[in-house]
C-alpha cells in the first residue's frame, strides 16, 4: 500500500501535509493507533477466511453499517429523520435474521464491525486528509508488517520459496487494492455525515452476495433472502429520505 499512497501523494502535491502530520507527536500516535487497528481487522478477516468463517466475514459487514450509525447519532450526535430511524431498523432487522445462524462466530463478526467503524471515526476526527493519513499509516505499520513477514517465513513450504517474482506481483497488486478502498473511505467519512456512509456501506456485503450468488452459483437460503429484502429496503427508504431532505432545502450535507 505504502508505494502506492507515496505516489499519489507527490502526484497531488500533499507532499507538505505529510511532513506537517510527521512533525507533530499527537498525529503520530493516532495516526499510528489507527494503522494498528486496520493492521488487527485485516488479520482477523484473512484468518477467519482461511479457517473456513467466510460467513462470518460476511455478517462482520453488515453489522459495521449499524455500528457507524450508532457512532454517528451517539457520539458525533448527528440527528436522523424519523424515515432514517425506520430505515436504520429494517436494516439491523435483516443483519439479525442473519447473524441469529451465526451466533457461535458472532465474535469475529463482531471484532471485524467495531473495529472498522472505530477506524473511520478517528478518521473523521483526526485534522489530516484522508491521502496523507493513509500515507503516514502505511508507514508507520509497515515495520510491524516486516516482523509479521519473518515471523510466518519459517512455516512457508519448500515447494513455494521459488515463487518469488510471481508472490510479489501478487502482493504488490493487493496493495494497491488496498490503498483505493482505504482512500476512499476515509475521504467519504470526512465528507459525509457518519450515519449515512454506514447505510452506504450495506452495498459492499450485498454485491459480494450477489457475486457468490451469480458467478459462483452459491446456494440461497431463505434466511439470506430474507435478509436481503430487509436490508435493501432500509438502504432505498434511508435514500429516499436524503433525496427528499436535499430537494426540499437544496442543501447539500456533502462536505467539500
Known sequence: TLPF??????ATRHFAEVMAVLRSPRMLATLFFTACLMGFVWLVFVW????????ATSIGYYISPLVNV????????????????LA???????????????????????????????????????????LSGLAVESALIMPLGFALVLYSA?????????????????????????????YAYAEAARRIDYATLGILQFI?????????????????????????????????????????RRKATGVSRIVP
Open 154 to 182: 519459517g512455516s512457508i513450504p519448500a515447494s513455494e520459496l521459488g515463487q518469488g517474482l510471481d508472490r510479489a506481483l501478487q502482493v504488490a497488486f493487493v496493495g494497491l487494492l488496498t490503498a483505493i478502498p482505504l
Open 70 to 85: 450508532a457512532f454517528g447519532t451517539v457520539m458525533l450526535r448527528e440527528r436522523l429523520s424519523v424515515r432514517q430511524w
Open 204 to 244: 459492499s456485503p450485498t454485491v459480494i452476495f450477489l457475486a457468490g450468488l451469480v458467478l459462483f452459483n452459491e446456494p440461497l437460503r431463505p434466511a439470506q433472502l430474507a435478509s436481503f429484502v430487509f436490508v435493501w429496503a432500509g438502504m432505498i427508504l434511508f435514500c429516499w429520505d436524503l433525496y427528499d
Open 48 to 55: 477467519a477466511v482461511l479457517n473456513e468463517h467466510v460467513y
Open 5 to 10: 499512497a507515496l505516489a499519489l501523494v507527490i
Open 88 to 130: 436504520v431498523g429494517l436494516a439491523a432487522i435483516g443483519v439479525t435474521i442473519l447473524a441469529s445462524g451465526a451466533l457461535m462466530t458472532l465474535g469475529i463478526s463482531l471484532m471485524l464491525a467495531f473495529g472498522f467503524s472505530l477506524y473511520g471515526l478517528i478518521r473523521k476526527l483526526a485534522p489530516v486528509s484522508a
